[in-house]
């Protein structure tokens, strides 16, 4: 209950920001950011486009990746019409796409350009089964293993750059509190559900993309910290938030998927209204929703944070931790397996490196 009316009300926690908190207030340690290079995927609208407007306006060069480039030049034109004098770059990717991964990567590195931040925003949640080019589950494909590689074809510029400029690296995973939500062995149910052997529920199947987003950034930091790269990876939960994450579904109201574990709105979910399983069916979902939108956080408040953990003078050196309305927090006992987290990503390695061999584009990127 306690925990309850401290979200409610905006408590600070030991960082000294809490739920109230927005994207520009915790950044405000961090007035200028001109010597960082970020590249955000996710950031042409939501939480993603709060993040990269708030890092622009303290001086950060961004770097927009997006699978439609007139909705990334649509953000790339808000930003400067706001700070006439921001860098934003605007590239092609589709992170389903393990080629349009690569193409990116091969794109930003022909810019020669420095890189500081990798905040991995961007997300999907997929209602009908679908599978990816590269033969995976869309959510997972999108939401994780997209994300997994372009992480891993970055490490080594991320690496570099710290080294050459003396500035900590970070790497952020936007994952959600739906990740507790899954339970079982992931590799088999993503084997099950990419096959249909199983029928296809969408909750679960953006749950373990999401448990999957907390092991990366879990394993990653162990791995950086054994390549002695000044890097970080941390992970974070935004809240609830009304984004476009939902928006093929038709109903009152579309938000992110996850309540926050110590809202009451869980004990509905769990005992009286629904099971997670059944969350987005009407008309369960219209009254969960209804409910819901009146805890939702806006979407400053939301990009919170990714920023915190992002800019943050504080988080110099924290790493392989879990973080939500601002302040470090316990993910699901799954997600806290070191074994699991070795064991996805030793897989994602064997998925990435099927489809390795793959022509790279010319540098073609607009400034």
């Known amino acids: 209950?306690?925990?309850t009316v401290k979200y409610l009300i905006g408590s600070a926690g030991a960082s000294g920001f809490g739920s109230k908190s927005t994207a520009e207030e915790v950044t405000a340690a961090a007035l200028d950011l001109g010597s960082i290079t970020a590249i955000i995927t996710g950031a042409t609208s939501g939480i993603g486009a709060e993040t990269a407007r708030v890092l622009a306006m303290r001086g950060a060069r961004l770097v927009l990746p997006a699978r439609s480039l007139k909705a990334a030049e649509e953000a790339k034109a808000r930003i400067a019409t706001e700070f006439p004098g921001a860098e934003v770059v605007v590239l092609p990717l589709d992170l389903s796409s393990l080629s349009s991964v690569r193409c990116f990567v091969a794109r930003f590195l022909a810019l020669q350009l420095p890189l500081n931040l990798l905040i991995n925003n961007a997300g999907k949640f997929s209602h009908d089964h679908a599978i990816s080019e590269n033969g995976v589950e869309m959510t997972f494909a999108t939401n994780y293993l997209g994300h997994f590689l372009l992480t891993k074809l970055l490490l080594i510029k991320m690496a570099e750059t710290a080294r050459e400029t003396g500035i900590q690296g970070r790497i952020v995973n936007v994952t959600s509190g739906i990740h507790s939500w899954f339970s079982g062995d992931c590799l088999r149910y993503l084997d099950l559900v990419t096959c249909k052997k199983v029928p296809y529920d969408a909750t679960r199947a953006y749950a373990l993309s999401k448990l999957a987003n907390v092991l990366h950034a879990k394993?990653?930091?162990e791995r950086l910290k054994q390549m002695d790269a000044n890097v970080t990876a941390n992970c974070v939960h935004p809240g609830i938030v009304r984004t476009r994450l939902t928006r093929d579904r038709e109903g009152l109201v579309t938000g992110t998927p996850p309540p926050p574990p110590h809202l009451p709105l869980l004990l509905i979910l769990n005992r009286s209204i629904c099971s997670p399983s059944d969350i987005f069916r009407k008309p369960t979902a219209d009254l969960v929703f209804f409910l819901a939108s009146k805890l939702l956080k806006t979407i400053p408040q939301a990009a919170a944070t990714t920023c915190y953990v992002a800019a943050h003078p504080r988080m110099e050196g924290v790493s392989g931790k879990y973080f939500a309305d601002c302040n470090e927090a316990s993910p699901s006992s799954a997600a806290c397996s070191r074994e699991d987290?070795?064991?996805?990503w030793?897989?994602?390695?064997?998925?990435?490196?099927?489809f390795r061999l793959e022509p790279s584009p010319p540098p073609d990127a607009e400034m």
């Open 346 to 354: 030793r897989a994602s390695e064997a998925m990435t490196a099927r």
């Open 341 to 344: 987290a070795a064991r996805l």
């Open 1 to 3: 209950m306690l925990e």
């Open 219 to 221: 394993q990653l930091a």
